[in-house]
């Protein structure tokens, strides 16, 4: 039987004690032969006992490295700082918080030997609960936080589109944007010499970069749902509501690099199908209309309709201010209506607000160097 390809697992981090021994727990029981791989964990500067725990394992099993990165300004800096040290033929990517699945390497490694095209192999990522009590976690369980399928309309296993000869603002930040986030993937080394690739150093948006650095070359990527990880996700609403932030804020880069023709795009969210058309306009960038939109647009008519309605005599205001204050209920309905299925009920309100924070984190995200880029992101409702 041929030798198992080296590969090399690379994991970025920083204040990880929280969940970093679960990930490495279940990294042990990943089935593949330890003379065949190595752990390399970059630490950006932690203040915790990350680095005091992985020297700990590091006594133990030495296949696991450590590069100290002081002052380290990304996670992308950091994995680029990893990528100058790794020996591996393919390189996985997994994130400290995250809990691979048993075959989570062979199973990518398979469709590497089928097709020597492709570039990157990404799989699922689920919720793995560290405290069964807390709301933020169990939110992020049911919102299907940084699953991939959901994502893209439920797409089963198999290739990604063809990235698009002139793409559009939401093949690269929308809804078609397909990518591999670096909590789950795993690239063919000599893919990533082929085209130069590296992340960039922003502080979020690296992977989505990297993966439109080589589909944009003809590389493949390919989605296999079974290679999965779970993830344990934030654990307060304040660092939930900075992720949000940070994505949002990585549309407006990625947009200046990859979308050169002005225009604001369209977005019919609230409609089947999500239907899309380009205006003209001296700017870039996307404009989503969804429930989440179309509720505090008529709740401004309504505010606006009821103050014109006592002010001003005779108008037939109120007519505008009803019809604006029945819509504005049933897009506030339609927003909020997938929380009902959680559990347990008597905390609807608390996944209300969750959802409503983690929705305007990302708005806020999308608008917040607008000045810099020139750049409109209007993102997508939840």
Same mark, same amino acid.
């Given at each position: ?7 090399? @697992? ?21 089935? &593949? ?11 950006? %500067? ?41 020996? +591996? ?17 062979? /199973? ?13 192999? %990404? ?35 198999? &290739? ?45 948006? /690296? ?65 089947? +199908? ?10 870039? %960038?996307?404009? &989503? ?24 005599? +005779?108008? +037939? ?57 020139? @750049? ?7």
């Amino acid at each position: 039987m041929a030798k198992a390809p080296f590969i090399s @697992i690379i994991i970025p981090v920083r204040n990880f004690e929280r969940t970093i021994e679960k990930s490495f727990e279940f990294l042990l029981n990943v089935d &593949y032969p330890r003379d065949s791989w190595e752990w390399v964990v970059g630490d950006g %500067g932690s203040t915790d006992k990350t680095v005091q725990i992985v020297k700990e394992w590091q006594k133990k099993y030495p296949f696991i490295k450590l590069v100290e990165i002081p002052n380290c300004p990304s996670p992308g800096f950091a994995r680029n700082k990893i990528l100058e040290v790794v020996k +591996g033929d393919f390189l996985f990517f997994t994130d400290g918080d995250c809990a691979p699945d048993k075959n989570w390497v062979n /199973e990518m490694l398979k469709h590497f030997e089928r097709d020597p095209k492709i570039a990157a192999v %990404g799989g699922e990522v689920y919720t793995l609960k560290v405290d069964p009590n807390n709301m933020v976690e169990a939110w992020c369980q049911h919102f299907r936080f940084n699953m991939v399928a959901p994502r893209y309309g439920f797409i089963k296993e198999g &290739y990604y589109p063809d990235f698009p000869a002139h793409p559009k603002p939401s093949d690269i930040c929308g809804h078609r944007g397909y990518f591999f986030g670096t909590c789950n993937v795993a690239y063919r080394r000599s893919a990533m010499k082929d085209i130069g690739g590296k992340f960039w150093d922003l502080p979020t948006g /690296e992977d989505m970069d990297l993966s439109y650095q080589h589909r944009s070359k003809g590389w493949k990527f390919y989605f296999a749902p079974l290679a999965k990880v779970d993830h344990m996700h934030r654990a307060d609403t304040r660092a939930l509501r900075k992720v949000w932030v940070t994505y949002g804020q990585a549309h407006l880069p990625l947009l200046n690099k990859y979308v050169k023709k002005n225009g604001i795009e369209i977005l019919l969210q609230c409609v089947n +199908g999500c239907p899309s058309f380009t205006l003209p306009f001296p700017l870039r %960038g996307f404009v &989503y209309i969804g429930n989440f939109h179309l509720m505090h647009l008529f709740g401004l008519f309504f505010v606006i309709g009821l103050i014109l309605s006592f002010t001003v005599a +005779g108008a +037939g205001f109120e007519i505008f201010t009803l019809i604006s204050f029945l819509l504005t209920d049933y897009f506030l309905y339609q927003y909020v209506k997938w929380n009902f299925d959680m559990d347990p009920k008597s905390k609807f309100l608390t996944w209300c607000k969750l959802k409503y924070l983690t929705n305007l984190s990302f708005m806020q995200g999308g608008l917040k160097d607008f000045k810099k880029y020139k @750049i409109l992101c209007i993102e997508p409702s939840f």
